[in-house]
């Protein structure tokens, strides 16, 4: 090949290797332009086989040449394999690129739980009444729990079997309260007389979990001492409280019944809020729903405080929170509300 001829074979090869690395729209059709541009069997490397055989100055001069060419392709390939790769990462950007003009999406507001709710509405409406809220331990001694407030060694409620003993050394009689009626007792200690509280808290048995029972669970604990206090300022102050929480029209019943720590003792009950006292699944047909023990405090627990019984008496009277729960939206199984299952605990959430 003469070298005039070797020449023009070079600018015409690159100027076509600029077009085939310029047309490049991929990494793997670049690698095609770049063999096509600087392979072993192009023009640009028949030229340069052809080198052996020109004069040394012809030599010289269209090797230069050839290197040129070979730097301009070479320049050429870097440049578009830049542009490629940007091109790939625009892309990749474009994929993974957030719509930001879309709305987030709001976490879930919380709500107290039901039981909450219905503590919450007790305390108010005793609260209004002129009661203040005492609160004290969970683990108590034997004398709080049941000796100061009249209950015999021989009681049922003493058995391993209903009540949790803890087993503390030096301290034989400690367990988990069975009830916030222990509270009368420390706040009859700290205080003489007028006595109006209200006791919340949560209590424990030895219970297995059914629909209406748990181990565990919340009570309402309530005691008034005075001069003065009768039966009837018991059932007002009841009467009150069930029209507060149940609706204008209840009414309420009291029974007698038993309890070691007042004399006489009762039941109260409420005329059925959802029938109307007519009778329904809810009150069982009898139009009347048990709702809690209550009565007036015996001498011997005034005595055991020190309150002389003579001057002053008073009443007491205990409620399950879960209980009023229960009634109150018709909830059919008492372990719903300790389960935490967040699809029940939600229908709940506009009621506190």
Not at 49 to 66: F, I, N, P
Not at 114 to 126: D, G, K, M, Y
Not at 140 to 156: K, R
Not at 294 to 313: A, F, I, K, S
């Amino acid at each position: 090949m003469d070298p005039e001829g070797a020449l023009r074979t070079l600018d015409e090869h690159l100027e076509r290797a600029r077009s085939l690395v310029a047309e490049a729209a991929s990494v793997e059709q670049l690698e095609k332009a770049q063999v096509a541009a600087l392979g072993r069997k192009t023009q640009y490397a028949e030229v340069q086989r052809s080198l052996g055989t020109m004069s040394e100055e012809d030599r010289k001069r269209v090797g230069r040449r050839a290197n040129e060419i070979r730097a301009a392709l070479e320049s050429a390939l870097a440049e578009r394999r830049e542009e490629l790769a940007a091109g790939q990462e625009r892309q990749r950007l474009k994929a993974d690129r957030i719509d930001v003009s879309l709305p987030g999406r709001r976490p879930p507001i919380g709500a107290l739980h039901p039981l909450t709710v219905v503590l919450h509405e007790i305390v108010e409406i005793f609260t209004r009444m002129g009661y203040r809220v005492a609160e004290g331990p969970e683990v108590e001694s034997d004398w709080y729990n049941f000796t100061a407030l009249n209950i015999p060694p021989d009681h049922p409620a003493r058995n391993e079997r209903d009540t949790v003993y803890l087993d503390v050394p030096g301290h034989g009689d400690l367990l988990l309260r069975t009830e916030t009626s222990a509270m009368q007792i420390r706040t009859m200690q700290q205080q003489q007389p007028p006595v109006y509280v209200i006791a919340p808290g949560r209590v424990y048995r030895q219970e297995t979990a059914d629909p209406t029972h748990t181990p565990v669970f919340n009570q309402v604990e309530g005691l008034a001492v005075d001069e003065g206090i009768t039966f009837a300022d018991l059932k007002g102050t009841l009467l009150a409280f069930a029209r507060a929480m149940f609706g204008d029209e209840t009414r309420v019943r009291m029974n007698p019944d038993y309890f070691p720590f007042v004399e006489p003792g009762g039941q109260l009950a409420v005329s059925c809020f959802i029938c109307g006292g007519e009778g329904c699944r809810t009150c069982k047909g009898t139009g009347w729903i048990e709702l809690l023990g209550c009565g007036m405090v015996h001498p011997n627990v005034l005595e055991n405080v020190g309150y002389d019984p003579e001057r002053y008496t008073g009443f007491a009277f205990g409620m399950g929170i879960e209980r009023v729960a229960l009634l109150r939206w018709g909830v059919p199984d008492i372990r719903l509300f300790w389960e935490g299952d967040v699809r029940f605990l939600e229908q709940f959430a506009g009621a506190g």
